[in-house]
């Protein structure tokens, strides 16, 4: 495990490219957390698909929060057929729905805990509930839609802070959800952040 904390410092800020020569894939991606969660240090996990890489090449703020995240895994076969094509072919399609529920199971066995911020009330309650009925040994602490105002945001962020998950899922879309996380990483004090787009709308049946 050592050995992937060293590797997620060796590749923090590459740049673009660098997610596509990341070479996570799935085992490995879940298993950052050995390293995060008992550290309580904070990691974002970005996993990018063609149209992120692609903002993230024309907007400095969207490439500074990829290049910034501490993972990058290639979601989708474009994000892989780009990593080939420049000569630096990845593992593995690592999607963010498939990583939450890795995730998940992995916490389930090892008593890792979690909460979950983004999508519209009834897709997060959904993946609660689902959460719930497929991982009951996940300790799930809380979860909450994602559309909130400044205040409403402070006291998320403070309940956030206080729960300490091992896992936060954040589900607002790139880059607010990176955007979210970055700008709070001093104070959200959580273990593994990924951001997962869409995937609580997946999750919870909202959406196929
Ligand atoms: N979303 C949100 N708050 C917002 C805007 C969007 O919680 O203010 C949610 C939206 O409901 C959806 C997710 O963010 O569940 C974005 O999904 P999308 O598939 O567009 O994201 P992507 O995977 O493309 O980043």
Not at 132 to 148: A, I, S, T, V
Not at 183 to 189: C, F, M
Request: include cysteine; proline fraction near 3%; charged fraction near 25%.
């Amino acid at each position: 495990m050592a050995m992937l904390a060293e590797e997620v410092e060796a590749r923090r800020g590459r740049g673009v490219d660098s997610g596509l020569n990341g070479n996570a894939g799935l085992d490995e991606s879940a298993a950052l957390n050995e390293s995060a969660a008992p550290a309580r240090r904070l990691l974002r996990v970005v996993t990018a698909n063609a149209e992120i890489l692609y903002a993230a090449s024309r907007h400095a703020e969207q490439g500074a929060l990829l290049k910034n995240a501490d993972i990058i895994t290639p979601d989708g076969g474009g994000a892989v057929k780009a990593s080939i094509t420049l000569g630096r072919p990845v593992a593995e399609r690592v999607a963010g729905v498939d990583l939450l529920c890795r995730l998940c199971a992995e916490g389930a066995r090892r008593g890792w805990s979690a909460y979950l911020l983004g999508a519209a009330e009834e897709s997060a309650a959904g993946t609660a509930k689902r959460l719930r009925q497929d991982w009951p040994e996940l300790r799930l602490l809380g979860w909450h839609n994602g559309y909130f105002d400044e205040e409403e945001k402070e006291k998320l962020i403070q309940e956030i802070s206080g729960l300490k998950p091992d896992l936060l899922f954040v589900a607002l879309g790139f880059p607010a959800q990176d955007r979210f996380v970055e700008e709070n990483r001093q104070r959200l004090g959580a273990g593994l952040c990924v951001g997962v787009g869409g995937s609580f709308d997946v999750l919870s049946g909202r959406v196929r």
